[in-house]
């Protein structure tokens, strides 16, 4: 991966990483407070942190203002979802913790698959 996202445990939580190093290695200025209640899959080992974040990360670039318009994001965070169950066979922090999968892990294969899908696009 060309472009660097750093998850140190006890710092930002997965969400905030995501974003933080989405930030830098974009140069935009996406809130990191925005993933702040995201971590630990919302609190409660639900929709992983880091993939939430960048489920808004999409949002933020490729989202609409009315509803007039074409919903582009809701197909690239399809796209996401889609890749993440494929590789880890869950999106759910409580899954992807049973399956020993590290935050560490889920955030760089996170942030890897989501600049493939804008890369793409």
């Known amino acids: 991966m060309n472009k660097k996202v750093t998850y140190v445990k006890g710092q930002f939580n997965c969400a905030e990483s995501i ?3 989405f930030n830098k290695n974009n140069n935009t200025k996406i809130p990191v407070a ?7 899959g919302v609190t409660i080992g639900s929709l992983c ?7 808004l990360i999409i949002g933020y670039l490729e989202g609409r203002e009315t ?4 919903n582009k994001a809701r197909f690239l965070a399809n796209d996401l979802l889609k890749e993440i169950k494929n590789k880890f066979g869950s999106e759910l922090c409580i899954d992807l913790k049973k399956s020993n999968i590290s935050c560490e892990e889920i955030v760089e294969s996170t942030y890897k698959i989501l600049d493939e ?4 696009n």
Not at 117 to 120: D, T, V
Request: aromatic share 4%; charged share 15%; net charge negative.
């Open 19 to 21: 974003i933080d190093s």
């Open 34 to 40: 925005l993933g702040s209640g995201m971590g630990t």
């Open 49 to 55: 942190g880091a993939i939430n974040a960048a489920v």
């Open 67 to 70: 509803y007039q318009e074409e």
């Open 117 to 120: 899908i804008l890369n793409k």
